[in-house]
Every structure is written in C-alpha cells, then in structure tokens.
C-alpha cells in the first residue's frame, strides 16, 4: 500500500501565496507521474499540474503563470507553489501520484482545503 500525507492548505487573501506539500510512504519500488487536482464546491475535480519523472511539466491553462509543480524524487515528495492566488482557485486540492513495483496504479492524497478570500 501506498499512503500520500497533504500539508500546506490554509486561508490567504487574494494575491497572496501558499505551498502544497504531499509526500508519498508506504510500499513501492517506483513513482512515475505525480500531480495535482482541485475540486471546488459543486464542480467536478479538475487537473490543475502534473509533472512526470524527467521533470516535464503540464498545467491547466486558469493556473499556468501563477502555480509552479516540482518535485524532490529522493523525498518522494512532489509540490505545488500557489502565487497570485484568485478567489477562484478557492477549492480541496488532491495530489494523485502514480506508485506501485513492477507496474503502478494512481493514488490520491486526503485532500487539503485552501481558501482565498479577503
């Protein structure tokens, strides 16, 4: 089994900034592509960053510019950087990382709820 802890959620004011943390634990030998999902209140959850193994990077187009996803593959631990934060970006971001041993299924972090408003 594979266990993803979230930290770095929280409450900040338009324009303001936040750092997402979620680290991966448990039984694997490998982890491909890590990212990140939002779902905010009555909407489906949506992609908002992936980045794969060698570093190549995607982002929704509403975030691109704004929110940098990285990850530290000895601390198998991927993050995402939130700048210029809107009241829409308001919503329970999920991580979702790919592990596993000779092949590797998605998992999904619990969630951590980040909130912009003034």
């Known amino acids: 089994q594979v266990q993803l802890v979230e930290s770095g959620g929280g409450l900040v004011q338009p324009g303001g900034s936040l750092r997402l943390s979620c680290a991966a634990s448990?039984?694997?030998?490998?982890?491909?592509?890590m990212g990140w999902y939002r779902q905010a209140p009555g909407k489906q959850r949506e992609l908002v960053a992936t980045i794969a193994t060698g570093g190549i990077t995607n982002y929704a187009d509403s975030v691109k510019g704004r929110f940098t996803i990285s990850r530290d593959n000895a601390k198998n631990t991927v993050y995402l950087q939130l700048n210029s934060l809107k009241p829409e970006d308001t919503a329970v971001y999920y991580c979702?990382?790919?592990?596993?041993?000779?092949?590797?299924?998605?998992?999904w972090g619990q969630g951590t709820q980040v909130t912009v408003t003034s």
């Open positions: 979702n990382i790919d592990a596993g041993w000779i092949t590797s299924r998605p998992y």
């Open positions: 448990g039984s694997f030998s490998r982890i491909g592509i």
